[in-house]
């Protein structure tokens, strides 16, 4: 497959590398440094069990340079960047092109179909501890990643080539026909801790430990904000993200509470703001999520 990856941070680099590695056409775009590292010596990949570097067939900052017609297009930008990665991957665009955002959100997919009307946009998430380390270099903590992507109601046939070309390359992934489920639940997770880390100015631990009440009271809205959005949102599903997070070590950031602590661009409109928004359409009171929403925008 020729497959378009936009974004070669930790979960970007990751799929490039891993896809190039198995042999598929990739083409990534990166910017500056980065870009420059991956076209001399390949986007890197390592782990406590191994290293490797991988090429992919081209490195641009401007896809139109590509000069392809992608089969697949790989988003994993920032939700802040999606609507201009949207756009320069147009001259690489065709109808019968693939389009599957992997960002930390649950509206990317909705951005993209608005954007790409004529295209098969199917919505995706992605389980994975990694992060740039260096330009060209993604840190993979754990034993890799697990991808869910699809469409809700059925399985297409575009969908289980991707997957299974996915899976090839040694990247776990399912293919769901209940993705808007799939994806909340993850958003479940993301949006709580990093709204309520950056409110509190303190890591995930501590959230767990001092601020219990006030993070069940937040996942109970933002589920009951889901479930509005379609997703089979239940009581399993906040008691699954309480275990999970009660085994992280004390002192583990968010993403976005790093964001906010080195006063760069954050994705609180995508996380917390969006929780806000789609409450206020479904007659949904938020309460705990309002106030560190605005706080945060006031921040």
């Known amino acids: 497959m020729k497959i378009a990856v936009v974004g070669a941070g930790g979960v970007g680099g990751y799929l490039a ?3 190039a590695r198995s042999g598929e056409r990739i083409f990534l775009v990166a910017r500056g440094e980065n870009r420059r590292a991956i076209a001399e010596e390949g986007i890197c990949v390592e782990s406590a069990s ?15 340079r590509f000069g392809i017609v992608a089969d697949a297009v790989l988003f994993c930008t920032k939700g802040y960047d999606l609507e201009s990665a949207a756009a ?8 019968r092109t693939l389009l599957v955002p992997f960002g930390n959100g649950v509206g990317n997919a909705g951005t993209l179909r608005r954007l790409f ?3 098969l946009v199917a919505n995706g ?10 330009p060209g270099l993604v840190a993979l903590k754990g034993k890799g990643a697990f991808a869910v992507i699809g469409v809700d109601g059925e399985i297409l ?8 070309t996915l899976v090839r390359a040694g990247v776990k992934t399912r293919v769901s026909d209940a993705i808007t489920t799939e994806v909340w639940k993850k958003f479940l997770l993301i949006a709580a801790m990093a709204t309520l880390t950056s409110c509190h100015d303190k890591p995930m631990g501590a959230i767990v430990s001092e601020h219990r009440r006030e993070l069940e009271a937040i996942l109970h809205e933002i ?3 889901g479930r509005a959005e379609g997703a089979d949102l239940r009581e399993e599903s906040i008691a699954s993200v309480l275990e999970q997070v009660s085994k992280v070590p004390y002192d583990a950031p968010t993403s976005m509470w790093l964001d906010f602590r080195a006063k760069r661009p954050t994705e609180l409109e995508q996380l917390s703001g969006y929780v806000v928004r789609k409450g206020r359409e479904h007659g949904i009171r938020t309460p705990v999520m309002k106030r560190c929403y605005e706080e945060l925008r006031r921040a």
């Open 17 to 19: 590398a891993m896809l």
């Open 50 to 64: 191994e290293r490797f570097c991988a090429r992919p067939e081209a490195v641009e900052e401007d896809p139109a």
């Open 117 to 119: 009307e004529r295209n």
């Open 88 to 95: 320069s991957v147009r001259p690489i665009v065709a109808p």
């Open 157 to 164: 046939e575009p969908l289980q080539t991707l997957g299974d």
């Open 223 to 225: 589920a009951d904000v």
């Open 125 to 134: 998430a992605i389980y994975i501890v990694s992060h740039l380390v260096e």
